[in-house]
């Protein structure tokens, strides 16, 4: 079982930036897919970004594209979230998570075995 823990969100006006971050232990870090999902209130929760093992390919759902980037630092078992031209629609939970199986480049929801709290993202108009 893989222990997350995301950090990073807050209160930002449309327009401006946030960087979270998300630490994984319990399993080698280097070996597994890493992804971001977001849950609005009173929506379901939705897929986000995703990167590889490796940090070759990346993934991001049609509404973030060209604005959030996804990164990873193997070294520091660390996944990085930047965020850009944020806007209200971005108001919403913010989960990590860790693939359940290991060199596997899928990234549906079911795909994801361990999940972080989650951290809140305001972004006020």
């Known amino acids: 079982q893989v222990h997350v823990v995301e950090s990073g969100g807050g209160l930002v006006q449309a327009g401006g930036s946030l960087r979270l971050s998300c630490t994984a232990s319990?399993?080698?870090?280097?070996?597994?897919?890493l992804a971001w999902f977001r849950q609005a209130p009173g929506k379901e929760r939705e897929f986000v970004t995703a990167?590889?093992?490796?940090?070759?390919?990346?993934v991001y759902a049609d509404s973030v594209k060209g604005r959030f980037t996804i990164s990873r630092d193997n070294a520091k078992n660390t996944v990085y979230l930047q965020m850009n031209s944020l806007k209200p629609e971005d108001t919403a939970v913010y989960f990590c998570?860790?693939?359940?199986?290991?060199?596997?480049?899928?990234?549906?929801?079911?795909?994801?075995?361990?999940w972080g709290q989650g951290t809140q993202v305001t972004v006020s108009s």
């Open positions: 998570a860790a693939h359940r199986s290991d060199f596997t480049w899928t990234y549906s929801d079911s795909d994801f075995g361990s």
């Open positions: 319990g399993r080698t870090f280097r070996t597994y897919v």
């Open positions: 990167i590889s093992w490796s940090g070759s390919r990346t």
